[in-house]
């Protein structure tokens, strides 16, 4: 019974081929699904919990929600009319799952990478375990509410390492629906395996189908879990033949901006102050209705600067001494908008500082607010910085024109280039790519974050020399690959990150001297 339900599981095996196995395989007893599945859960002590939801997906009916009967953002009631929950989010605990891990002699071997990995002593940044906030923790006692628990992070070579991740997507083609998974990575296990299906722990799924108005109440079941791992949880090590006390802790937080902003309770990408790194504020683009901002470096010239009569406006930001984010100020600050006492003071409190409340993740002290949530690599470059560098060659970006410049490829220039992109599969060996480049001219936003990468680092420069009507465009764009290259390698040396870091603050530069900002501000 167990071997037939692994394969399912494995194989994807939908119902009905469960029930064309039962029919076929005559000679072999095979219960119907049902009674597997009842099987393995009684076998496995393990169940997953069913919440109450917002129909709409707004709330989660748990914590500070639990005894409401309507959603407080839609109005939608809890209960349809026979008393029974009109949706339900279900919630997969992880306190069994990491406890089971320590029954499986093959996944404790696997689980000890983390305990043998040295923090690197040559300068040499390999994984999460040599960045700063790891090191931190490790020096750092674990405390709950301010009192210390006598232990530090980490003090044990069992103890577990998290990353949640958070995004949202559509499973349907016509892209009006969305839902959520929660997802955790195992960063215990080795770097080569830990992202794999079989070891990525998903905890729930938030169905749609819009986006939740509340997702800390999603996230509530996994806080409580978290919780209870800082004071550590019995678990019975099979390799040692003893009971001790585990310990989990999560250490990163990632996803795409609107996914991050909404976990962080920051206001987002279009609000005033919409980094989550530092406090840049936005400003308008002028002379227009859109109510979006920017955060362009250079704004001395912009419209509102120079109105600027008490000179609060930063006419020129310095991208080596942005005014960063600190844990206290970011806490203070929520805590500052949440303590309003009328709800319009508590939208102009979040307005001056984009962030609308405390989020629930903030009483994990595992967590760092805000470098313990790192910009996603391939949202930021792959889905958002290459196909709009693409619209903006092409005229497409928003309706900006060059302005003061002549970066803009001719229609048919672009259309050779995507002729050229989809002829290279034919001499490209497959291993090269997942799949085989298809015409971005004719397709160019729907194309992957994988073949976004593959584009950029391998055919890009070669299709786009020579194209520009000035090299220094052609120069920006190489000047680009060869940072992402230093990103994208298992090794970067401390001098390499010195070299990233002043690579893309003169990169950034360049773009809005020559490409982007200057083309109405300048005098």
Same mark, same amino acid.
């Given at each position: 019974?167990?071997?037939?339900?692994?394969?399912?599981?494995?194989?994807?095996?939908?119902?009905?081929?469960?029930?064309?196995?039962?029919?076929?395989? @005559?000679?072999?007893?095979?219960?119907?699904?049902?009674?597997?599945?009842?099987?393995?859960?009684?076998?496995?002590?393990?169940?997953?919990?069913?919440?109450?939801?917002?129909?709409?997906?707004?709330?989660?009916?748990?914590?500070?929600?639990?005894?409401?009967?309507?959603?407080?953002?839609?109005?939608?009631?809890?209960?349809?009319?026979?008393?029974?929950?009109?949706?339900?989010?279900?919630?997969?605990?992880?306190?069994?799952?990491?406890?089971?891990?320590? #029954?499986?002699?093959?996944?404790?071997?696997?689980?000890?990478?983390?305990?043998?990995?040295?923090?690197?002593?040559?300068?040499?940044?390999?994984?999460?375990?040599?960045?700063?906030?790891?090191?931190?923790?490790?020096?750092?006692?674990?405390?709950?509410?301010?009192?210390?628990?006598?232990?530090?992070?980490?003090?044990?070579?069992?103890?577990?390492?998290?990353?949640?991740?958070?995004?949202?997507?559509?499973?349907? #083609?016509?892209?009006?629906?969305?839902?959520?998974?929660?997802?955790?990575?195992?960063?215990?296990?080795?770097?080569?395996?830990?992202?794999?299906? @079989?070891?990525?722990?998903?905890?729930?799924?938030?169905?749609?189908?819009?986006?939740?108005?509340?997702?800390?109440?999603?996230?509530?079941? *996994?806080?409580?879990?978290?919780?209870?791992?800082?004071?550590?949880?019995?678990?019975?090590?099979?390799?040692?033949?003893?009971?001790?006390? *585990?310990?989990?802790?999560?250490?990163?937080?990632?996803?795409?901006?609107?996914?991050?902003?909404?976990?962080? !309770?920051?206001?987002?990408?279009?609000?005033?102050?919409?980094?989550?790194?530092?406090?840049?504020?936005?400003?308008?683009?002028?002379?227009?209705?859109?109510?979006?901002?920017?955060?362009?470096?250079?704004?001395?010239?912009?419209?509102?600067?120079?109105?600027?009569?008490?000179?609060?406006?930063?006419?020129?930001?310095?991208?080596?001494?942005?005014?960063?984010?600190?844990?206290?100020?970011?806490?203070?600050?929520?805590?500052?908008?949440?303590?309003?006492?009328?709800?319009?003071?508590?939208?102009?409190?979040?307005?001056?500082?984009?962030?609308?409340?405390?989020?629930?993740?903030?009483?994990?002290?595992?967590?760092?607010? &805000?470098?313990?949530? &790192?910009?996603?690599?391939?949202?930021?470059?792959?889905?958002? *910085? *290459?196909?709009?560098?693409?619209?903006?060659?092409?005229?497409?970006?928003?309706?900006?024109?060059?302005?003061?410049?002549?970066?803009?490829?001719?229609?048919?220039?672009?259309?050779?280039?995507?002729?050229?992109?989809?002829?290279?599969?034919?001499?490209?060996?497959?291993?090269?790519?997942?799949?085989? &480049?298809?015409?971005?001219?004719?397709?160019?936003?729907?194309?992957?974050?994988?073949?976004?990468?593959?584009?950029?680092?391998?055919?890009?420069?070669?299709?786009? #020399?020579?194209?520009?009507?000035?090299?220094?465009?052609?120069?920006?764009?190489?000047?680009?690959?060869?940072?992402?290259?230093?990103?994208?390698?298992?090794?970067?040396? #401390?001098?390499?990150?010195?070299?990233? !870091?002043?690579?893309? @603050?003169?990169?950034?530069?360049?773009?809005?001297?020559?490409?982007?900002?200057?083309?109405?501000?300048?005098?």
């Amino acid at each position: 019974m167990l071997r037939t339900f692994s394969l399912k599981v494995e194989e994807c095996l939908s119902e009905e081929t469960w029930s064309k196995m039962m029919h076929t395989f @005559r000679l072999h007893t095979i219960p119907s699904l049902k009674v597997t599945r009842a099987r393995v859960e009684f076998l496995a002590a393990y169940r997953p919990v069913a919440y109450d939801c917002c129909v709409n997906s707004c709330i989660c009916y748990i914590g500070p929600h639990e005894m409401k009967t309507h959603c407080p953002y839609c109005k939608e009631a809890r209960k349809n009319n026979n008393g029974r929950s009109r949706k339900t989010f279900t919630y997969s605990p992880i306190i069994p799952r990491l406890k089971a891990f320590f #029954k499986n002699r093959e996944m404790i071997k696997l689980m000890g990478y983390r305990a043998n990995s040295i923090i690197s002593e040559d300068s040499t940044i390999k994984d999460i375990f040599d960045g700063g906030n790891y090191v931190h923790l490790k020096e750092k006692y674990v405390t709950i509410r301010g009192v210390s628990q006598g232990h530090k992070f980490f003090s044990d070579d069992r103890d577990v390492a998290l990353g949640l991740s958070l995004d949202g997507f559509c499973p349907f #083609k016509r892209r009006n629906q969305t839902c959520w998974p929660l997802i955790l990575f195992n960063y215990n296990l080795p770097p080569d395996i830990r992202f794999h299906l @079989r070891y990525i722990l998903c905890v729930g799924v938030i169905p749609g189908p819009q986006k939740p108005k509340d997702v800390d109440s999603f996230s509530y079941p *996994l806080i409580v879990e978290l919780l209870e791992f800082l004071t550590g949880v019995a678990t019975f090590d099979i390799e040692r033949n003893e009971v001790f006390l *585990l310990s989990a802790y999560l250490v990163a937080v990632f996803g795409d901006i609107p996914a991050v902003s909404m976990i962080m !309770r920051m206001k987002g990408h279009n609000g005033i102050f919409p980094c989550r790194m530092c406090m840049i504020k936005g400003i308008r683009v002028p002379e227009t209705r859109n109510t979006s901002h920017y955060v362009p470096l250079y704004r001395a010239n912009h419209p509102v600067v120079l109105a600027d009569e008490e000179n609060q406006e930063i006419p020129i930001y310095n991208p080596a001494n942005l005014p960063l984010r600190r844990h206290e100020q970011f806490l203070e600050q929520a805590r500052h908008v949440q303590l309003a006492p009328t709800a319009a003071e508590e939208q102009r409190r979040a307005k001056a500082c984009g962030i609308k409340g405390i989020p629930v993740l903030s009483h994990l002290p595992s967590l760092l607010f &805000p470098s313990s949530f &790192p910009f996603d690599f391939m949202h930021l470059i792959w889905e958002n *910085l *290459l196909p709009n560098l693409i619209l903006l060659w092409t005229g497409k970006f928003k309706g900006l024109d060059e302005g003061r410049e002549s970066y803009h490829l001719g229609v048919g220039v672009w259309e050779a280039i995507g002729e050229a992109t989809k002829a290279s599969g034919s001499t490209i060996p497959a291993a090269y790519a997942t799949a085989r &480049p298809h015409n971005i001219a004719d397709d160019g936003m729907a194309g992957t974050a994988d073949s976004w990468s593959f584009w950029a680092l391998y055919l890009g420069p070669v299709l786009l #020399k020579g194209r520009f009507s000035k090299e220094a465009y052609y120069k920006h764009f190489i000047k680009l690959i060869q940072l992402l290259r230093l990103c994208l390698q298992f090794e970067i040396l #401390k001098d390499e990150l010195s070299e990233i !870091r002043e690579g893309f @603050r003169d990169w950034v530069k360049t773009y809005e001297r020559s490409v982007f900002f200057y083309r109405k501000c300048i005098k």
